[in-house]
Structures are given as C-alpha cells and as structure tokens.
C-alpha cells in the first residue's frame, strides 16, 4: 500500500470514527428527550446536584484543554525523517485518544444535565461539543 492509500485508509476512519461520537450524543440526547432514560432522577438533592455539577465543571476544565494541548505536543515531536507510515499510525493514536476524552467528557456532562436539570451540564456539554470541531481529520495536514 502506497502512502497516499494509506494516509486516506486512517483519514477515512478518523472520521468515522469523528461521526460515531457525535450519533453517540444525538442517541444520548434522543434517549432523555423521549423518555427512555428518566429526567430529573437526581433533581431532588441538592448536595449531590452541586457535587455532580462540580464533578461536570472540573472535568471539562481539565480534560478538554489537556487533550487538545497533548495531541499538539505529541505530534510535534515527530522527527523529520520519520516514516510517514509510522507517522499515520501516531497520528491516528493520538487523534483517537483525543476524541476519546472529549467524548467522555460530553457524554458525562449530558448525563449530569438531564439528572441534575440544572443547565450546568449542558454548557459544559456544549463547550466539548464545540472542542470536537476542532478534532476534524484532514488528509492535508499530515501530508504536509
């Protein structure tokens, strides 16, 4: 396999992989929106509502920033005159890595926002939302 097939067999499933995180959400989303999963279980306390919320708030301070710092970090290390396969392969590591943790991060911060009803959850789900924009696979830059 060439490096161009190559490069395009990882891109494909970055964002494969890219798509299946955000249907993961919109099944989240669809389960508590129609009743499937109960709204509001956790509404009633209020001491573990502020727990959850904090939870939701410092998960999302620190492994948003952490995961789109560390893929910068890890890939600009690549040394010159390194392979691309080896390359593609790192590329692909890290990337997955990354849409790993913002994936946690959404899906928890979701969950806290229908169990808790409080719209805390929902802007923390929405700012590693936004994050996930920026995790986009592109043939181009790698191949530069």
């Known amino acids: 396999m060439n490096k161009e ?9 970055l964002q494969a992989e890219f798509i299946v995180v955000w249907l993961l959400v919109i099944g989240l989303f669809g389960l508590y929106e129609t009743g499937i999963l109960e709204e509001g279980i956790l509404a009633h306390d209020g ?39 080896m390359f593609l392969k790192r590329y692909q590591r890290w990337s997955e890595i990354r849409l790993a943790l913002l994936a946690i991060v959404i ?9 808790t009803l409080s719209s805390i959850g929902g ?21 530069d």
């Open 5 to 13: 097939e190559s490069s395009k067999k990882v891109f494909r499933r």
């Open 47 to 85: 001491r573990v509502c502020y727990i959850l919320q904090t939870a939701s708030i410092l998960l999302t301070l620190c492994l948003i920033p952490a995961s789109l710092k560390m893929f910068g970090q890890a890939m600009g290390k690549s040394i010159e005159n390194e392979q691309t396969d």
């Open 107 to 115: 899906l928890i911060d979701l969950s806290v926002y229908y169990t």
């Open 123 to 143: 802007l923390c789900a929405v700012v590693g939302l936004t994050a996930t924009l920026f995790c986009w696979p592109e043939n181009i830059k790698c191949m």
